[in-house]
Structure formats: C-alpha cells, structure tokens
C-alpha cells in the first residue's frame, strides 16, 4: 500500500507535468501496466501504449489543455479528483469539469485511472477519448 505523501506526489506529478507539457516527466509517472479508463464507457487503455496515445490525442494538431484540479480526496491508495480541464476543440474553446479517480501502487506509480465527464453541448472529442455506446 502506498503512503498518503506517494499518492499526494504522484498526483501533483501528474497535473505538473501534463501542464508544464512535459511528454517525458509525465510519462514516467504511469507504471508499465497502467489502465485508462478515460472516460469510463469508453474502451480500456492499457501499457505504455495508452500512455503515448493519451498524450498524442490530447494535444494533436496543436492543441493544449491546462488540468486544475479543484477538489482532492485521498483514501488509501486511490484518489478522488473534481478536475476542470479547459483547451479548444476545432478552434473553439472548452472548459470541461468532470470526476478523476487515480489508484497509486506501491512503487507511487498511477496505475489506474478512471474519468467521468461529457464533452459540452454541441463539441465532439477526439475518437480516442469517446464512450462506447451500449445501444
């Protein structure tokens, strides 16, 4: 079980990272099995594949998005996060809030993580990043 502080320090690597736009820092945060659900409904990401593409989705065809994080609850080795991320899609910007739940493994690695948000009315996300139907 990893400490409070691993959780804490992985999680503000994470945010830090990403918005610092840090491919390299960012990447060594996630431990070689790592698991995207991002978002929840949409297919599984697993290994270091997913954390390349992750990245590449996010910021392809020169977009950025700035991470905050506005709430943060730690219990164990998971987190609990109200994140609002703002960027643009197609030129427009965005703003999306939504839940991010991160576990930490022993080696204070993110080993999981797990997000709940909808894109506003009206914006479509990349592909990577949709919900599988269940229709």
Known sequence: MPTKDQVENAINEHFDAWN???????SANFSDDIVF?????????????????SWENSFKDG???KLEPLLTQICLDQAALVVRSTGSVKG????LEGIEIY?????????????????PEGF???P???QVSKD
Not at 20 to 26: K, L
Not at 109 to 114: A, D, G, L, Q, T
Request: glycine share 8%.
């Open 20 to 26: 610092a736009m840090d491919q390299e820092r960012w």
């Open 92 to 95: 427009k910007p965005v703003t």
């Open 103 to 119: 576990t930490v493994n022993d080696q204070g690695k993110v080993c999981h993580i797990r997000t709940y948000f909808n894109p």
């Open 128 to 130: 990577y990043f949709s």
């Open 124 to 126: 479509e996300l990349d």
């Open 37 to 53: 659900e991002d978002p929840y409904g949409g297919p599984l990401k697993t290994g270091r594949d997913a954390v390349k593409h």
């Open 63 to 65: 977009a950025v998005w």
